[in-house]
């Protein structure tokens, strides 16, 4: 990489594309002129006020979001969703219903009990979240208020292949771990919400778009801050929005319109996928965690023979320059987290590593 950077697999926070950071850092003490650092500025300030907008705006464009749609800049991470989502939207009948493919989904879904009656429309814990259920399997309640389901499971590295039909019932999805990684039919959807820290920005800012209708309707008791409509009233500035966390967002932005879009990445995120399954597909150490039908393109878990082995893997694979590859501790084995701004290098690397390893050992 012509630095002393690592190739680094973290599933979160993680890699940020490499003249992205460098822009930020050219621009730290002194963002274009202004005299100061875009995190010294008031977030109402001309020149914040135009990354604000020029990000949101961009936002829009490559993800292509609809009109009646509305793009929030919040805080509180994915997980605070997991209680917005339902004090916003449960009070129309009092259900809804959740797919529970992943650790992230679960927790979603038990903290939606709080607020109404939640049917668990599928789960995927008889396997240990292997797979994703199909259309078929899933059990829909026509009068749920929404259906909530997590679009790829970080963890368990899986993937929905698909979009459910749930015919009128909105769908709200939580897409953290591929946001930005193909395009969306945005209008499938009633809201999409992400923490940006896997593969959009750092750490502090989440996304919510929120189809409009679906605002204005929250339980009685719903805090201020938690409440959709005081966002989309206020341009999510309703108090101080993660200003450094929209500027960086704005930046990777500019980055992934030079790499195609959403569709550019889709074919580039696709690739990096395809080649590290065929690799450790054709190997007679390893294999995958996940079934072949619902792998992940952002989140590659996978195992050798023994857990000996995995740690001799591990930790050579460090020493190479390949860090944060250990599995998390519900899947154990390995992870490689390869978000849009792992660069393909990163994993073609790795993958002769992996080869290498497979052939010594
Ligand atoms: C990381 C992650 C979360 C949790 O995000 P926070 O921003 O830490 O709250 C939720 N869902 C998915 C799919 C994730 O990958």
């Not at 979160?12 to 995190?39: C, D, H, K, W």
């Amino acid at each position: 990489m012509g630095t002393d950077r690592v190739y680094n697999f973290s599933a979160g926070p993680s890699m940020l594309p490499l003249e992205v950071l460098e822009r930020a850092g050219s621009e730290i003490t002194n963002y274009q002129g202004s005299g100061m650092s875009v995190m010294e500025m008031s977030h109402r300030s001309k020149v914040f006020d135009k990354i604000f907008q020029d990000t949101k705006a961009n936002f829009i464009r490559l993800f292509h979001v609809p009109d009646n749609y509305k793009v929030l800049f919040l805080q509180g991470g994915a997980s605070s969703q997991f209680s917005m989502i339902p004090l916003n939207l449960i009070g129309k009948t009092g259900k809804a219903d959740y797919a529970v493919t992943g650790n992230f989904a679960n927790v979603a879904y038990k903290e939606a009990k709080k607020y109404g009656t939640i049917n668990l429309a599928a789960s995927s814990e008889d396997k240990n979240h292997t797979y994703i259920p199909t259309q078929e399997q899933l059990k829909l309640d026509p009068e749920a208020s929404y259906f909530y389901y997590c679009a790829n499971n970080t963890i368990y590295g899986t993937e929905w292949q698909y979009v459910p039909d749930t015919g009128d019932v909105p769908i709200v999805c939580d897409m953290s771990s591929n946001f930005l990684s193909k395009p969306v039919d945005v209008s499938k959807y009633g809201i999409i919400f992400g923490g940006a820290q896997k593969n959009l920005a750092p750490a502090g800012l989440t996304i919510a778009i929120v189809r409009e209708d679906l605002a204005g309707h929250e339980l009685p008791y719903t805090p201020l801050m938690m409440n959709y409509k005081t966002m989309i009233d206020k341009d999510s500035m309703y108090n101080t929005p993660p200003c450094w966390c929209i500027y960086m967002l704005g930046l990777v932005l500019e980055w992934l319109d030079g790499q195609g879009g959403v569709e550019g990445m889709e074919k580039i995120k696709h690739g990096k996928a395809e080649l590290l399954y065929s690799v450790l597909d054709d190997s007679k150490l390893f294999t995958c965690a996940a079934e072949k039908d619902s792998r992940s393109d952002m989140n590659v878990t996978f195992r050798s023979v023994s857990e000996e082995l995995d740690a001799k893997f591990v930790k050579e694979a460090t020493e190479a320059g390949f860090t944060n590859l250990k599995g998390h501790r519900n899947v154990g084995g390995m992870r490689a987290s390869i978000y849009n701004a792992m660069p393909v290098e990163g994993v073609e690397k790795l993958a002769d590593f992996i080869r290498a390893f497979d052939k010594n050992n």
